[in-house]
């Protein structure tokens, strides 16, 4: 695409060339064989059309030179418009004074010559007007909307097709050529003042663009004057100044420098405040683009006070930042030495000025009281802005000046706002760092979750003769209910179902040590009053004080049928005997792991063992059920449970698991309850 | 859960109110231990409108068991109700606290 258009431009330079020297070719004639004999009549329409050519190519190729270009320097369009008239001005004023010196001489007096000359110079006011008007459309329409585009192009197909006019011959001055153009004109002049561009230059630029612009008007005075002197003396085939598209451009281009100039000229006393919001508003788009790029905290503190610095013009400052408990977390010192940071606040503090949630200025720091230490310092004006989030402070910015009464409102407020940003960047720093690390937290607990998963066994079928099965959910990932089985031999299974006391983590671990003990001690074959003894004495020395466990173990000997048990302050378990056809609570004596850590445990726990038949269930369980609450805080209780075992005994394990499960949770309406909740069922078969 | 306590001659009166669980049973813990260091030896507990306690809750009574010893400290739980009592009894707590129904009786036992 680039490359046609520049092979378009490369065209139109060498078609206008062309038209150009055909022109001086047949005028030349037209003029020699005038001079031949002076009552040759020839059609005038070639040069006419030559020269009309000529100015749409010229014009095309600067439209297309000129509308390419992508910077928004607006001095430096101005200089190419003044640079370029500048040479052609200057050639064309050479010309002048050439012609003037060799006025006298016959040789140069040669009208052919003059001519020649003559048609120099309309290329060059021709480069001259093309160049302006095409940068003056770019300044134009620079920032435009739909209306200035369209006016624009109306405007220039009118300017264009104003060539035509070289054909006719008319009085640029006459009523009816006035009242026609008129239009054209005020589409110009209103055109003219789109000056957009104006407001982005700073004071300096402003006063270039207004030299630039003045010398732009003299040199196109210079070519309307030197056209009109040329009309007045000379014998011209082709006469500028009667040219209505030449006229109309030059009218262009001194509007534009009319109307630039007056706005350059009122917006002169404006331009500093205008620079200064400016640059507020790039500091604001900094301050949120380092939010916005996960910048480092760091980056915002040095962003912050630097931003404050400048726009205040302060001597001086610091940023402290504090954490949530408030200690420091960031202290930047700019111009100012920490002795010196020390005596200001030590001075403050002496003061009883503290920093609260509103800004503190001090117009003379050292018009205080105490503040003899700090006399040699050159700082009088104290600025303190506190930054907040939601009311937490997060740090504190404080700003100096040498001069008393040194900020005024205005400075407060920008300074005010620019702590909000910062303080908004900060706090989100903070809530992203921590959700990362919630989301760490959040890991870790589902891998204990697992591992906790692990410790569970992993099979419950041991023996032909037992069915068994359990159920295990915790209210958080981990928790401190614990099951567990044990083949001490062929024919002998040990059983144990446990809670921790409280929740959670710590739960967690206690129940892991419970396991351990478990799994070490049930190969010993003790009894189960002995093993809870030890496990007792084991767990003394390592529960936290206020910390117990329950536990209840069975043993199970198959070969001759007996089941031997002790309860260490858990839950009793339920037990159908099918001899009986009824249901019973083994509540021996027990008293809870860890709630006596001596020896005298021994005589709060007592073992118990009974021979079992085939058909007879054991369940044993966890508080978790019992206490598991339904609509209206009402207890799921033992009289639900223990029903359900009665109506159920001569299901098979799992499906009476299913059952009980199904009934439970339709009781409390969720199967999210408060408390981890299990419970293990063994049946004889 | 709302915990007051009360001087009453020479007892010291903790009355429970609602549910004692792993949250609340800070509170407990810090009025007992307070009382413990302040130099109460006559504690009793009013559990009359205790309404449901945690194993975390019953750790803390059971935490101070071996200081009450040591302290000569006698602590009297009364006006528990069926369900509270008999969480305690599961635990066989009832068997290392002193567990009676009323005030009265949990004063003359304390005096005893």
Known sequence: ?685 | MKLTSEKENDYFIISIEGDLDASSCINLDKIISEAVSNGEKKIMVDCSRLSYISSAGLGVFMSYLQDFEANKVSMVLFGLSEKVQNVFQILGLDQLLKIVNTKEEAKSLINA
């Open chain 1, 1 to 685: 695409m680039k490359v046609s258009i520049q092979n378009y431009y490369r065209a139109y330079i060498t078609l206008s060339l062309v038209c150009w020297l055909f022109l001086v070719f047949i005028d030349s004639y037209y003029i020699y064989a005038l001079s031949e004999d002076p009552t040759v009549a020839f059609p005038r329409y070639l040069s006419y059309v030559l020269i009309s050519f000529f100015f749409l190519f010229v014009f095309l190729s600067f439209k297309i030179n000129i509308g390419s270009r992508k910077t928004t320097n607006f001095i430096e369009y101005l200089w190419q418009v003044f640079s370029i008239g500048a040479y052609t001005i200057l050639v064309s004023l050479f010309i002048k004074f050439f012609l003037y010196i060799t006025d006298e001489t016959p040789f140069f007096s040669n009208p052919i010559l003059t001519n020649l000359f003559y048609h120099l110079n309309i290329a060059l006011v021709a480069i001259f007007l093309a160049n302006a008007f095409y940068v003056f459309k770019k300044m134009i329409l620079y920032q435009k909307s739909k209306r200035t585009d369209i006016a624009w192009d109306i405007f220039e197909i009118f300017v264009i097709l104003s060539i035509i006019t070289n054909f006719i011959e008319v009085d640029v001055f006459s009523a009816t050529f006035l009242l026609a153009s008129s239009p054209l004109l005020i589409l110009g002049f209103l055109l003219s003042f789109n000056l957009k561009w104006v407001a982005f230059l700073n004071y300096k630029q402003k006063w270039q663009s207004i030299l630039l612009i003045l010398l732009i008007t003299l040199i196109s005075s210079t070519f309307l004057e030197q056209i009109y002197s040329q009309h007045l003396n000379d014998l011209l085939v082709i006469n500028l100044a009667e040219s209505t598209f030449t006229l109309a451009v030059f009218a262009f281009i001194l509007l534009n420098c009319f109307s630039g100039l007056l706005v350059l000229f009122f917006n002169l006393p404006t331009s500093s405040v205008f620079e200064q919001k400016f640059g507020e508003i790039m500091m604001f788009q900094r301050l949120s683009q380092s939010m916005q790029i996960g910048n480092k905290e760091d980056e915002v503190y040095e962003l912050l006070i630097n931003s404050s610095l400048n726009t205040v013009v302060a001597d001086a400052g610091w940023l402290e930042v504090v954490d949530e408990k408030g200690n420091f977390t960031a202290f930047i010192n700019k111009q100012v030495n920490e002795i010196d940071v020390f005596e200001i606040k030590k001075v403050l503090r002496k003061n009883n000025i503290s920093i609260g949630n509103d800004p503190n200025y001090i117009k003379n720091i050292k018009a205080l009281k105490h503040s003899e230490r700090i006399a040699d310092i050159s700082y009088k004006s104290v600025l303190i802005i506190p930054l907040l989030s939601h009311n937490t402070k997060l740090g504190t910015l404080v700003l100096l000046k040498n001069m008393g009464d040194g900020f005024d409102k205005e400075m407060v407020d920008i300074i005010y706002s620019f702590v909000t940003q910062a303080s908004i960047a900060i706090k989100n720093f903070r809530l992203i760092s921590e959700a990362v690390e919630n989301e760490r937290i959040k890991e870790e607990m589902k891998i204990a979750k697992d591992v906790q998963k692990n410790l569970l066994p992993e099979t419950l079928i041991v023996h032909p003769r037992l069915e068994m099965t359990a159920f295990y959910k915790t209210a958080t990932e981990v928790g401190g209910d614990y099951y567990d089985i044990y083949p001490i031999s062929d024919n002998k299974i040990a059983i144990v179902m446990g809670d921790v006391s409280g929740k959670g983590t710590s739960a967690a671990f206690n129940m892991a040590q419970m396991k351990g003990i478990f799994q070490s001690m049930i190969q010993l074959n003790i009894s189960t009053d002995d093993f809870m003894f030890y496990a007792n004495k084991a767990l003394s020395r390592s529960l936290e004080k206020n910390s117990f466990i329950t536990l209840a173990i069975f043993t199970i000997d198959l070969e001759n049928k007996i089941l031997e048990h002790a309860r260490a302050g858990h839950c009793p378990s339920l037990y159908y005997s099918t001899a009986e056809n009824k249901i019973a609570y083994l509540n021996n004596k027990g008293l809870g792991l860890g709630m006596i850590r001596n020896d005298s445990y021994r005589k709060h726990i007592e073992k118990e063992s009974f021979k079992y038949s085939t058909g007879d269930v054991l369940i044993l369980y966890t508080d978790g059920i019992v206490e598991a609450k339904g609509p209206g805080e009402e207890e799921f209780g033992f009289e639900k449970f223990e029903n359900l075992l009665y109506l159920h005994h001569h299901l098979s394990a799992k499906q009476l698991s299913d059952r009980i499960l199904e009934t439970l949770y339709s009781f409390t309406g969720t199967r999210d309850l408060a408390d981890d909740h299990t419970f293990l069922i063994v049946k004889f078969v």
